[in-house]
Nanobody, 122 residues
Framework: QVQLVESGGGLVQAGGSLRLSCAASGRTFSSYAMGWFRQAPGKEREFVAAISSIRTRTYYVDSVKGRFTISRDNAKNTVYLQMNSLKPEDTAVYYC???????????????WGQGTQVTVSS
């Protein structure tokens, strides 16, 4: 089992950058694939990015390709989401999640964090 805690959200102007972090507890962090999801007001939660357990594979939703980068530091039990060139439509609560790579890619991971708010002003 793993507990996830996100941080790094906030208010930023369009075109700006933020880096989200997700700290995981547990000694088996390196065995999990990790992902980021987001949910905007009035919308369903959507997949944003995933990274495999040994960092060889990453996957992004089309809307963030070239702007967002997912990475992980297994020594620190932390996964990151670097968000550049932010747009108002990126405004959402961002969640990190953990499970197998397939489960994360298909939007059905077992473990979720509590979320962190990202607001992009125009």
């Amino acid at each position: 089992q793993v507990q996830l805690v996100e941080s790094g959200g906030g208010l930023v102007q369009a075109g700006g950058s933020l880096r989200l972090s997700c700290a995981a507890s547990g000694r088996t962090f390196s065995s999990y694939a990790m992902g980021w999801f987001r949910q905007a007001p009035g919308k369903e939660r959507e997949f944003v990015a995933a990274i495999s357990s040994i960092r060889t594979r990453t996957y992004y939703v089309d809307s963030v390709k070239g702007r967002f980068t997912i990475s992980r530091d297994n020594a620190k039990n932390t996964v990151y989401l670097q968000m550049n060139s932010l747009k108002p439509e990126d405004t959402a609560v961002y969640y990190c999640a953990a499970d197998t790579y397939v489960a994360v890619r298909t939007g059905s991971p077992t473990y979720w964090g509590q979320g962190t708010q990202v607001t992009v002003s125009s």
